[in-house]
C-alpha cells in the first residue's frame, strides 16, 4: 500500500486509466488497492451522514467515469440493484461493508430466469476493494454494525444516472435516480444526461481476459 499516494493523485492517474479505449479494469483496481484510506484525506466528502439513509457524495466525474464517496450510519444499506451495464468497482475507506451477491438473468444467460437467487457475501473491510457488473450479478451493501460508521469509494464507468432496483423476490421496483447530498465536480467536464444515455448503451469496454480473471480472483464465497 502506497501512503505517499494521495486521492488527488490516484484521480489524475483514474483520468488517464479511464480515458483508454479498452479499460485495464486489473490496473483501476491495483490503484484502488494501493491507495491507503488510513491516510484520512477522503474526510472531507465522507461526513454526510444521514439517519435516515446512506448519502452519496460526487467527488469527480466525467464522461468516463464517476467517483462517489457514499456514507453509511449504523445499520443502513442499500436495496438490490444493478449497475446499468457499468463497472462498479468499490473500495472501503473506513468502518466495513457486507455485499450480498445475487445472480439473475443478466448472469446466468438464461433470459427467462427471473428468479433472483443469493450467490454468497462477503465483508469487505477497510482498504478491501472489489468490483462488479451486470454480468456477474446484482448486489446489495449493508453496514452491519451497530456501533461503527463505514464511508466507501465507488467508481462508476461509463457514468449512470439511475439503476434497476429489485426486490428479494425478483420484481423489479421503481427505479432509483443516483442523487448527490454533495457534489464536486466540475461541471464543466460532467456530461449531459443524453451523452450518459449514449454511453450507458454502449457500456464499459475493458479487457475480457483480465475482467475473467479479476472476477474469478474476486468471487464472493457461497453463502
Ligand atoms: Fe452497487
Redesign the pocket.
Not at 483496481?29 to 494501493?34: C, D, I, P
Not at 467517483?67 to 475507506?93: P, T
Not at 462508476?156 to 443516483?178: I, N, T, W
Given at each position: 500500500m502506497d501512503s505517499t499516494l494521495s486521492l488527488e493523485v490516484m484521480i489524475q492517474k483514474l483520468d488517464v486509466l479511464m480515458s483508454q479505449e479498452t479499460v485495464s479494469v486489473a490496473a483501476v483496481n491495483k490503484l484502488l488497492e494501493s491507495y491507503d484510506a488510513s491516510r484520512g484525506d477522503w474526510q472531507r466528502y465522507g461526513q454526510t451522514f444521514d439517519a435516515v439513509r446512506y448519502t452519496r457524495t460526487r467527488v469527480w466525474g466525467n464522461k468516463n467515469y464517476n467517483l462517489l464517496v457514499l456514507a453509511w450510519d449504523q445499520g443502513q444499506g442499500?436495496a438490490i440493484?444493478d449497475?446499468e451495464n457499468s463497472v462498479?468497482f468499490?473500495k472501503i475507506l473506513d468502518g466495513a461493508l457486507t455485499e450480498t451477491r445475487f445472480s439473475w438473468a443478466k448472469s446466468t444467460g438464461n433470459e427467462d430466469d427471473q428468479e433472483i437467487r443469493v450467490v454468497g457475501s462477503r465483508t469487505l473491510q477497510r482498504n478491501g476493494v472489489a468490483f462488479?457488473t451486470d454480468q456477474i450479478g446484482l448486489?446489495a451493501?449493508n453496514n452491519k454494525s451497530n456501533s461503527d460508521k463505514c464511508v466507501s469509494l465507488?467508481l462508476y464507468s461509463p457514468p449512470f444516472e439511475e439503476?434497476g432496483v429489485f426486490g428479494a423476490d425478483g420484481q423489479a421496483l421503481p427505479r432509483s435516480k443516483l442523487t448527490f447530498c454533495k457534489d464536486h465536480a466540475v461541471k464543466s467536464l460532467v456530461p449531459s444526461s443524453t451523452e450518459i444515455a449514449e454511453s450507458v448503451k454502449r457500456g464499459c469496454v475493458f479487457d475480457q481476459a483480465e475482467f475473467e480473471a479479476l472476477a474469478a480472483a474476486q468471487a464472493v464465497p457461497p453463502q
Amino acid at each position: 500500500m502506497d501512503s505517499t499516494l494521495s486521492l488527488e493523485v490516484m484521480i489524475q492517474k483514474l483520468d488517464v486509466l479511464m480515458s483508454q479505449e479498452t479499460v485495464s479494469v486489473a490496473a483501476v483496481n491495483k490503484l484502488l488497492e494501493s491507495y491507503d484510506a488510513s491516510r484520512g484525506d477522503w474526510q472531507r466528502y465522507g461526513q454526510t451522514f444521514d439517519a435516515v439513509r446512506y448519502t452519496r457524495t460526487r467527488v469527480w466525474g466525467n464522461k468516463n467515469y464517476n467517483l462517489l464517496v457514499l456514507a453509511w450510519d449504523q445499520g443502513q444499506g442499500s436495496a438490490i440493484h444493478d449497475h446499468e451495464n457499468s463497472v462498479c468497482f468499490m473500495k472501503i475507506l473506513d468502518g466495513a461493508l457486507t455485499e450480498t451477491r445475487f445472480s439473475w438473468a443478466k448472469s446466468t444467460g438464461n433470459e427467462d430466469d427471473q428468479e433472483i437467487r443469493v450467490v454468497g457475501s462477503r465483508t469487505l473491510q477497510r482498504n478491501g476493494v472489489a468490483f462488479i457488473t451486470d454480468q456477474i450479478g446484482l448486489h446489495a451493501m449493508n453496514n452491519k454494525s451497530n456501533s461503527d460508521k463505514c464511508v466507501s469509494l465507488h467508481l462508476y464507468s461509463p457514468p449512470f444516472e439511475e439503476c434497476g432496483v429489485f426486490g428479494a423476490d425478483g420484481q423489479a421496483l421503481p427505479r432509483s435516480k443516483l442523487t448527490f447530498c454533495k457534489d464536486h465536480a466540475v461541471k464543466s467536464l460532467v456530461p449531459s444526461s443524453t451523452e450518459i444515455a449514449e454511453s450507458v448503451k454502449r457500456g464499459c469496454v475493458f479487457d475480457q481476459a483480465e475482467f475473467e480473471a479479476l472476477a474469478a480472483a474476486q468471487a464472493v464465497p457461497p453463502q
